[in-house]
């Protein structure tokens, strides 16, 4: 069990005695949808309690069994991905921490579950996206996530539906985020090689720094490879957000509208971000 700051809050993996949560939870779920203005696929009251018997989700409950949120897994591609979803905090407690208490406990449980899997998400939240990027995600591309039909059925309830499919599956206002295992194992496993190896950062005669070099096992040398710097670069990534936002519901009013064929100008636009 995980507690956060606040002392009557409990982060914990949900059990059968949970189920009569669920309607709470779904309701919940489908009334912030809607004032989001984003859509994500509806669950019903029984799929939530069947994900608590087979405890593969995670629930916050103060001391006195009051509702504070929930996230639930879901498994696809014959378990090489697996999805946290359905992520929601009651009202009442968010601006507190519990999402990002949640997340990196059904972060935990999936990797407990599913070690070899990929874990993804899609969202249109910055606050997902900063806690994703904690736990080692990394903004990618739809073509990278599952192609488990099963899966994107589960997008027909969103509003922007329509965006996906007029990007034919490739694009739309969520972020795409993947936590690869394999690619975190080598990426631990380059740098602890670059501490072990025997040549380090050189500065030449007029100072200046020479790139970090890796000794491979067989003798190959290699360059080290350059930090990935998302995490530093959230905000400049956010303003990259608003501006893909306002051109996939741009372009697709004009095709509804009957606009006609983009300028060269915004096909420039389009195919360099999109």
């Not at 809050?9 to 949970?18: E, G, L, P, Q, W």
């Not at 407990?112 to 910055?126: R, S, V, W």
């Not at 710097?229 to 400049?236: G, R, S």
């Not at 983009?262 to 971000?273: A, D, Q, T, V």
Request: with cysteine.
């Amino acid at each position: 069990m995980t507690k956060l700051e606040n002392p009557n809050i409990i982060v914990r993996v949900a059990t059968t005695d949970d189920k009569h949560y669920g309607k709470t939870i779904t309701d919940e779920m489908e009334a912030s949808a809607k004032a989001r203005g984003t859509g994500i696929a509806k669950r019903s009251p029984e799929y939530v309690q069947l994900k608590m018997e087979e405890g593969k989700a995670v629930i916050a409950l103060t001391d006195k069994g009051e509702w504070v949120g929930f996230c639930y897994i879901e498994a696809w591609g014959h378990e090489k991905f697996v999805a946290n979803s359905g992520l929601i905090v009651n009202p009442a407690f968010r601006g507190h921490g519990v999402a990002k208490a949640i997340k990196h406990r059904v972060f935990e449980l999936s990797r407990e579950k599913y070690p070899d899997a990929k874990i993804f998400g899609l969202t249109t939240g910055l606050a997902v996206m900063k806690i994703n990027s904690e736990l080692g995600y990394e903004p990618v591309t739809y073509s990278e996530l599952t192609d488990d039909e099963e899966f994107w059925k589960g997008c027909r309830s969103c509003v922007n539906f329509e965006v996906l499919t007029s990007k034919n599956r490739k694009n739309c206002l969520c972020t795409a985020m993947l936590y690869d295992p394999v690619e975190k194992a080598k990426e631990e496993a380059e740098r602890e090689a670059l501490k072990k190896a025997a040549l380090h950062i050189q500065t030449d005669a007029l100072g200046a720094a020479q790139p970090q070099i890796l000794v491979a096992a067989n003798g190959e040398i290699k360059h080290a490879k350059k930090a990935r710097k998302f995490k530093e670069n959230f905000k400049l990534f956010e303003r990259w957000l608003r501006f893909k936002r306002f051109v996939l519901l741009k372009s697709g009013k004009d095709s509804i509208s009957g606009g006609g064929a983009p300028s060269s100008r915004k096909r420039f636009f389009l195919f360099n971000i999109l």
